[in-house]
T-cell receptor
């Protein structure tokens, strides 16, 4: 069964450094999302992406965050200057494309900012 | 912002018995609901979903019930198995949004005792 994959599985970085989290969506899925889960808290929506542009973003997704599909397959989340509070599990999710369809999640990247 | 609530942080059930996990929501625009299962350090795994035009959806041992007037849904697992032990998240989306972002509850930790 096709799966969403994410790399790296773990990332440790210093505050102020840039990180790029990568996701390979399920083939032929058209909608892509990033969510995050801070330890002990609920899973939160960050951003959605369709047709090579952002569809919607949350308040969390400020100017330090960006997303792109650089090569038409990978879907990346960049954090330009990490803060301690960016430490979380980051999940990529993808959806086939019609409304009311299921989002399938990747295994996540655990980001630790020191 | 508690649009989706899971008021029971944990539930313990004997193997073979029924597990009932509950979820309440406040946003009347939600019209698609999903249950995900999550193990530690893994991404959410889709279990079952229901559209607001239905009041019940069944898939094997899993049944989701939706009571729109009460803004309440529940997940029934029958019979419960030790492998069902995990955190269960309820999630909701509003079709009117262009992106189908999911709003998650805080999760219920299910422990199925052998």
């Amino acid at each position: 069964e096709p799966e969403v994959t994410q790399t790296p599985s773990h990332q440790v970085t210093q505050m102020g450094q840039e990180v790029i989290l990568r996701c390979v969506p399920i083939s032929n899925h058209l909608y892509f999302y990033w969510y995050r889960q801070i330890l002990g808290q609920k899973v939160e929506f960050l951003v959605s992406f369709y047709n090579n542009e952002i569809s919607e973003k949350s308040e969390i997704f400020d100017d330090q965050f960006s997303v792109e599909r650089p090569d038409g397959s990978n879907f990346t989340l960049k954090i330009r200057s990490t803060k301690l509070e960016d430490s979380a599990m980051y999940f990529c999710a993808t959806c086939p494309g019609t409304l009311q369809e299921t989002q399938y999640f990747g295994p996540g990247t655990r980001l630790l900012v020191l | 912002d508690q649009q989706v609530k899971q008021n029971s942080p944990s539930l313990s059930v004997q193997e073979g018995r029924i597990s009932i996990l509950n979820c309440d929501y406040t946003n009347s625009m939600f019209d698609y609901f999903l249950w995900y299962k999550k193990y530690p350090a893994e991404g959410p795994t889709f279990l079952i979903s229901i559209s607001s035009i239905k009041d019940k959806n069944e898939d094997g041992r899993f049944t989701v019930f939706l009571n729109k007037s009460a803004k309440h849904l529940s997940l029934h697992i029958v019979p419960s198995q030790p492998g069902d032990s995990a955190v269960y998240f309820c999630a909701a989306s509003a079709n009117g949004g262009a992106t189908n972002k999911l709003i998650f509850g805080t999760g219920t930790l299910l422990a199925v005792q052998p």
